[in-house]
């Protein structure tokens, strides 16, 4: 099997899967009881939190609320600061390229908290429209959630003006979502007042994930329980998934540039082979874009056909919504980018990761061509 399909969920690390088990078969005890056995587990735990700041170079202002993913840590911090926060303005700013996550809990603030959600447009060349940026904020705004990288398309937004713009309002709170970003490209967390991150995008597993926060933040909690982790998530501290998430950042990070050098060489080798062949397809990733994700549309044929016959022949792509030939695979985010609807409802999408090799590249190249002999045109 070729899996391009890494940017919706990685193959956990060995050396991970191993420590998971070990951690629960050793340390299973509840870290916020009272015997020394717990005691243990607590000092464990709190060494973790201090490791990821330390991995991600943050400073010492920073903690970890270890959640359940990536979706639960943007709810909890657009959901959970505005409510808390609320008397400070009513007024939101989230990209119209975000992740459900972020725009189904903008939602949610609208229809039931009255908060006016601000879309930010992108530009044609994927960016943040900055002059819309600054149409956008003002006095009523308290929180900007931005995303780092798209989960679609690939895009690093450049987010030096929009930090320029919010020097002049020190109260807005700037979230990122950063799960595209995190172990894939080196950058300055600090920037951020939240981000989100996620473990199965960096090789470990589901079900676990972080809002990485300033101390000094008021949340209101999503999860009700024992007042754990500053009474801002509640649950049982769950120290072998805390560890793991650790473990999988810790080495995402370190081996940033060794891993990039190789996908940057596979994603080079398809992105000319689709860039050759105008004709047949339409690049909506740009070359200078995280070499680990890669969107184009077909011309001429439905994305949902030929992601079921790559996936026919063992190769796991995604077409963005749904793989099947009876949905449509629209992409709001291509749509965003001024792309019409033939293009942006025929999208497909390859991601990759560390296990990825360029003779992969090469059988996937083969594959798409043969599939265009093979596959009547259906557009
Ligand atoms: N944000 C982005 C940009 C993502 O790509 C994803 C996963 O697809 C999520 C959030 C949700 O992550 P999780 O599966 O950890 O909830």
New binding site residues.
């Given amino acids: 099997m070729i899996y391009f399909d890494n940017?919706?969920s990685t193959k956990p690390d060995l050396d991970i899967l191993e420590k998971y088990r070990q951690i629960n078969e050793e340390l299973y005890a509840n870290p916020s009881s009272l015997n020394n056995f717990s005691k243990h587990c607590e000092h464990l735990f709190n060494q973790t939190k201090h490791q990821i700041l330390s991995s991600l170079n943050l400073k010492n202002d920073y903690d970890v609320i270890f959640t359940s993913?990536?979706?639960?840590s943007?709810s909890l911090a657009l959901i959970g600061y505005v409510i808390k926060n609320i008397k400070k303005g009513d007024n939101i700013i989230v990209s119209e390229v975000e992740?459900a996550?972020i725009l189904n809990a903008s939602k949610y603030l609208s229809e039931k908290y009255n908060i006016k959600v601000s879309y930010l447009k992108i530009k044609s060349d994927g960016q943040y429209d900055v002059e819309h940026f600054k149409t956008l904020i003002n006095k009523k705004t308290i929180l900007v959630s931005l995303?780092l990288v798209n989960?679609e398309i690939g895009t690093i937004y450049d987010m030096s003006k929009i930090k320029e713009i919010l020097k002049e309002y020190p109260d807005v709170i700037f979230h990122s979502?950063a799960?595209?970003a995190i172990g894939k490209i080196n950058y300055d967390y600090n920037l951020f007042d939240m981000f989100t991150l996620?473990g199965?995008?960096i090789h470990s597993m589901k079900g676990q994930?972080a809002l990485i926060l300033k101390k000094n933040l008021q949340l209101s909690p999503l999860i009700f329980g024992g007042n754990q982790q500053e009474n801002i998530r509640s649950g049982t501290l769950d120290l072998a998934n805390a560890y793991c998430l650790n473990l999988a950042i810790k080495k995402a990070i370190k081996e940033i540039d060794i891993h990039q050098k190789n996908v940057q060489l596979i994603h080079d080798k398809i992105f000319k082979y689709l860039k050759n062949n105008g004709d047949l397809y339409e690049l909506n990733s740009k070359i200078d874009d995280l070499c680990y994700i890669l969107n184009f549309s077909f011309k001429h044929k439905k994305a949902s056909v030929m992601c079921e016959a790559l996936s026919l022949k063992g190769i796991q792509t995604t077409t963005v919504s749904a793989c099947s030939s009876h949905v449509d695979s629209s992409s709001y985010v291509v749509k965003a980018l001024g792309k019409n609807e033939s293009i942006y409802k025929n999208t497909l999408r390859i991601s990759f990761s560390k296990y990825n090799t360029l003779k992969e590249a090469d059988e996937f190249i083969d594959a798409v061509e043969t599939l265009n002999m093979e596959i009547k045109d259906e557009r």
């Fill in positions: 940017a919706a993913g990536a979706s639960e943007n992740h996550s995303m989960n979502d799960v595209q996620s199965h995008k994930g």
